[in-house]
């Protein structure tokens, strides 16, 4: 299924009355810039309209206006007299780069945000190329044509693209760090980094067939894919950082309407299993049994070596949007204390929500002649067991939350406690909220799985569960009115 995303996800203009507060307090003359907020809470932009609203509210803003919010960073255009230190001290976040005509800001709590200053040239280069082919029409089964001659540099392309190279030297990322990289049938991969590490996605448009690392957290490569064909349109982020920003908000709790409501986790887990029990048994056939474990084929199954191999060429199965086949990733690895070879599967990587991991006893499965009712198969990751999984832990998550919230607007001066804003987890956060651990010890989850995060002006974002988990729920409050601005359970 081919998702067409326009780059800009809303644009909204609102320009809001001038108040009539400079003067006494003015720091300079009035000037226009452009905030670039970075990673707030989702309860700020829905609407967005009010945030705006409570930014003009603050003493010194003669105008604020909305412009846009897309991947992770929201902007607006203000008239202030403040200098930048006196803004960012106003809205309560930290200051990551100042510019003469914008400042780039963030929550207290947010350790990613630098990234947005990559994927912001990212968006600008991609929309500079949608632009550059606007008006082609591209039949599907032609190749389509190349927009950069072979070698060229990148100030090259940019100029190609009517960008200027000095837009993309900043705080965080020089111009040598990013790439414009043409790929045919494929589009184009913008990115920026130390190298590219694209995590596979698995869907439709981003087909491959290659062994695919697991994504490293710490790493600052930030990209996005284009594909601009008359068949196949669409823009995604393939970096693990960013992919939260692609338009299927992939949840584990999610089910597949053709199987009668089976969840997505279950139905890839059987897929899994026959896949392990082909492997064990490919593994002791003909010429492949006196291999060594490196000589062993693996890999994702978009190869169709592999299927072949496991002799199921014709076995063909899709749980999309969640799964593919290419989501499906074989390994093998020796037991520490047996030493017996086991067949490993994994699906997607160990931060998706929907990851799953399994292995089978090679050498088990073949001393019991292959009787799949002997040999079982150990799931590191499994399918939770039903539906109702997810409504406990969603039940169990609201109500932490809401102790939590309870205590903080329990405190006399609740602000007080975040004199040092920042993140608090486990017991951090017990001792802040002034709780024990057992107010927040459940089934599912304990004071490790929630958090509390300063946020806008004061505000906080108390957050319990993962989407890993089947539930994210958060509310997002105010404390200075001790009252809940938006919450999502």
């Keep these: 299924m081919i998702t067409k995303l326009g780059l800009s996800a809303f644009t909204a203009v609102v320009v809001l009355a001038s108040l009539s507060h400079v003067g006494a307090n003015a720091q300079g003359a009035a000037r226009s810039l452009e905030l670039r907020l970075v990673n707030l809470s989702r309860g700020y932009l829905r609407p967005l309209r009010k945030t705006a609203e409570r930014i003009r509210g603050l003493a010194e803003f003669e105008s604020v206006e909305m412009l846009d919010s897309r991947a992770g960073v929201t902007r607006f255009r203000v008239k202030t007299s403040l200098a930048d230190e006196a803004i960012t001290k106003a809205l309560g976040l930290k200051l990551l780069d100042s510019r003469s005509d914008r400042l780039l800001l963030a929550p207290i709590s947010e350790d990613k945000a630098h990234l947005a200053e990559a994927r912001l040239n990212i968006l600008?280069?991609?929309?500079?190329?949608?632009?550059?082919?606007?008006?082609?029409?591209?039949?599907?089964?032609?190749?389509?044509?190349?927009?950069?001659?072979?070698?060229?540099?990148?100030?090259?392309?940019?100029?190609?693209?009517?960008?200027?190279?000095?837009?993309?030297?900043?705080k965080f990322y020089k111009l040598k760090d990013y790439h414009i990289d043409e790929q045919g049938w494929d589009g184009f991969s913008v990115w920026a980094g130390a190298k590219y590490e694209a995590?596979?996605?698995?869907?439709?448009?981003?087909?491959?067939?290659?062994?695919?690392?697991?994504?490293?957290?710490?790493?600052?490569?930030?990209?996005?894919?284009?594909?601009?064909?008359?068949?196949?349109?669409?823009?995604?982020?393939?970096?693990?950082?960013?992919?939260?920003?692609?338009?299927?908000?992939?949840?584990?709790?999610?089910?597949?309407?053709?199987?009668?409501?089976?969840?997505?986790?279950?139905?890839?887990?059987?897929?899994?299993?026959?896949?392990?029990?082909?492997?064990?048994?490919?593994?002791?056939e003909g010429d492949t049994s006196k291999k060594n474990m490196e000589e062993l084929l693996k890999g994702n199954f978009n190869n169709w070596q592999l299927k072949q191999a496991l002799k199921l060429e014709d076995s063909y199965w899709d749980a999309s949007p969640y799964y593919t086949e290419g989501n499906l990733k074989l390994s093998w690895f020796k037991h520490d204390q047996t030493g017996h070879l086991h067949a490993r599967l994994r699906a997607h990587h160990t931060q998706h929500p929907m990851h799953l991991d399994g292995d089978l006893d090679c050498i088990a499965a073949r001393d019991s002649d292959f009787?799949?009712?002997?040999?079982?198969?150990?799931?590191?990751?499994?399918?939770?067991?039903?539906?109702?999984?997810?409504?406990?832990?969603?039940?169990?998550?609201?109500?932490?939350?809401?102790?939590?919230?309870?205590?903080?607007?329990?405190?006399?001066?609740?602000?007080?406690?975040?004199?040092?804003?920042?993140?608090?987890?486990?017991?951090?956060?017990?001792?802040?909220?002034?709780?024990?651990?057992?107010?927040?010890?459940?089934?599912?989850?304990?004071?490790?799985?929630?958090?509390?995060?300063?946020?806008?002006?004061?505000?906080?974002?108390?957050?319990?569960?993962?989407?890993?988990?089947?539930?994210?729920?958060w509310t997002l409050l105010n404390l200075a009115s001790k009252s809940t601005i938006r919450s999502y359970k």
């Excluded at 190329?129 to 392309?157: C, H, M, V, Y």
């Excluded at 089976?262 to 593994?283: D, G, I, P």
């Excluded at 932490?400 to 975040?418: K, R, S, Y």
Aim: hydrophobic letters at 40%; aromatic letters at 8%; proline letters at 3%.
């Design 124 to 170: 600008a280069i991609c929309d500079a190329i949608r632009d550059k082919q606007a008006g082609t029409r591209r039949n599907g089964w032609e190749e389509p044509k190349q927009l950069f001659s072979d070698g060229l540099a990148l100030d090259a392309k940019l100029k190609v693209l009517g960008l200027q190279a000095s837009s993309l030297e900043g």
């Design 199 to 284: 995590i596979y996605l698995g869907r439709s448009y981003d087909y491959n067939s290659e062994d695919t690392p697991e994504p490293d957290p710490k790493s600052n490569f930030v990209g996005a894919k284009l594909a601009v064909q008359a068949w196949n349109t669409g823009f995604w982020w393939v970096d693990i950082h960013g992919a939260r920003f692609n338009s299927a908000d992939l949840e584990r709790s999610g089910t597949l309407g053709s199987n009668d409501g089976k969840l997505a986790v279950q139905s890839c887990a059987e897929r899994m299993t026959t896949l392990l029990q082909a492997a064990a048994r490919y593994r002791f």
């Design 371 to 473: 009787d799949w009712a002997k040999v079982q198969i150990h799931w590191t990751v499994g399918a939770e067991s039903d539906a109702g999984v997810f409504e406990r832990r969603r039940v169990e998550a609201a109500a932490g939350i809401q102790a939590i919230v309870a205590a903080l607007l329990a405190m006399p001066d609740a602000a007080a406690g975040l004199a040092q804003p920042g993140c608090f987890t486990g017991a951090a956060l017990l001792e802040l909220a002034k709780l024990d651990a057992q107010s927040l010890k459940g089934q599912h989850y304990s004071a490790s799985d929630y958090q509390i995060s300063a946020q806008l002006m004061g505000d906080v974002e108390v957050r319990g569960g993962s989407t890993i988990s089947g539930c994210d729920s």
